[in-house]
């Protein structure tokens, strides 16, 4: 099935995906500018006393930076960005934040931690399309159930609450039942892995941690530089920081003074994003495994350059791999 048409033309199929603290509007706006559904988690957008409508804010800004970009750039316009709802009981803003992404029309939903016919109704009512983060085919399938219009498969190595699934395994299952939008999420840090994900069947894929390393994310330098230090044998899997699998970086484990090689395993029952968690988790960083790519902290825009340089070789290097011809 085709793409829906708010996402049949982006430079490169792949959306910056949405990441707790560090997605911000500068980088949403660098990412659909460079061409790719730039993203952030609503949660990201801080209410201050007094002050509860950032989100709002952040709407606005976003919106009209790119409609300026796109009038002086008529030929290579903005991707569309996306907005990241927690969709999980402890997530007391929801509703609220719901009604401001529907007053501002957001072209792109994605629900995480939980499918609610509500929040894909709201999305609908303004023309917006959902994507239903997913780790194995029986969440897709409720996701699909309860009016989402898209997946993204969140497999083994992702950064975040990553699966525990091989990709190949995961888009395998989805495709079998479903010919919709489908995203695949997990260690896409080069072009080299986005061709992959087309060749297994997804439409496109979903990085976070290659963004972490970019100027205009909202990470300190120290957890910038080490992404861009650090490779897949650098990561742990564990449930202990929200109750939930996700991968982490081990130094940040070990400074914060925990051996990152004896993790107790946590309840599934502790996991509340508005509780507070031990001073010292604080500097304890998520990235998925695909970051032995970045070797350096760059602009959001070289970075999707980058991509799209790996992307187009790679095409080429199959081509004459399988000895394609060139029509
Ligand atoms: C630090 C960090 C924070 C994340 N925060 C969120 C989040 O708030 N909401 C969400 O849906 N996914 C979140 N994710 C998951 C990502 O959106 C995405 O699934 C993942 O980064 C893709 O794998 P990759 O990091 O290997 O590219 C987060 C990931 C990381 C690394």
Not at 144 to 168: N, Q, T, W, Y
Not at 192 to 201: E, F, I, N, P, T
Not at 228 to 247: E, K, M, P, Q, R
Request: hydrophobic share 45%; proline share 6%.
């Amino acid at each position: 099935m085709p793409l829906p048409q708010t996402l049949s033309n982006l430079r490169l199929p792949l959306i910056g995906s949405p990441l707790f603290i560090i997605s911000n509007p500068d980088l949403v706006i660098a990412q659909c500018k460079a061409g790719i559904v730039g993203s952030f988690p609503a949660l990201n957008a801080r209410e201050q006393p007094g002050d509860p409508i950032e989100l709002d804010r952040w709407l606005v800004r976003i919106k009209e930076e790119l409609d300026r970009h796109n009038q002086a750039n008529p030929d290579s316009p903005a991707a569309p960005y996306a907005v990241n709802q927690i969709v999980h009981k402890s997530n007391t803003r929801l509703e609220r934040d719901v009604e401001i992404c529907a007053k501002h029309e957001v072209p792109v939903w994605i629900t995480s931690l939980g499918a609610r016919p509500e929040v894909n109704e709201a999305a609908h009512s303004t023309g917006g399309i959902v994507l239903h983060d997913v780790i194995n085919d029986r969440f897709a399938r409720k996701a699909i159930e309860k009016g989402a219009d898209g997946l993204i498969a969140v497999a083994a190595g992702a950064g975040g609450h990553a699966g525990a699934l091989s990709p190949f395994a995961l888009v395998q299952e989805i495709r079998a039942w479903f010919d919709g939008p489908l995203f695949l999420s997990g260690a896409i840090a080069r072009g080299d892995s986005l061709l992959a994900a087309l060749a297994m069947g997804a439409d496109g894929g979903y990085a976070g941690s290659a963004f972490i390393a970019t100027e205009e994310a909202n990470a300190q330098g120290a957890y910038k530089q080490m992404i861009a230090d650090c490779g897949a044998s650098d990561i742990v899997y564990s449930n202990l920081f929200t109750g939930v699998w996700g991968n982490y970086l081990k130094p940040s484990i070990a400074a914060a003074g925990l051996d990152p090689e004896s993790l107790e395993i946590s309840d599934p029952s502790k996991m509340d994003f508005g509780a507070a968690k031990p001073k010292s988790w604080k500097e304890i960083w998520g990235s998925g495994q695909g970051i032995g790519a970045v070797t350096k902290v760059q602009p959001a825009a070289r970075l999707v350059d980058q991509l799209e340089a790996e992307f187009l070789a790679a095409q080429e290097r199959l081509a004459r791999q399988l000895g394609w011809s060139r029509a």
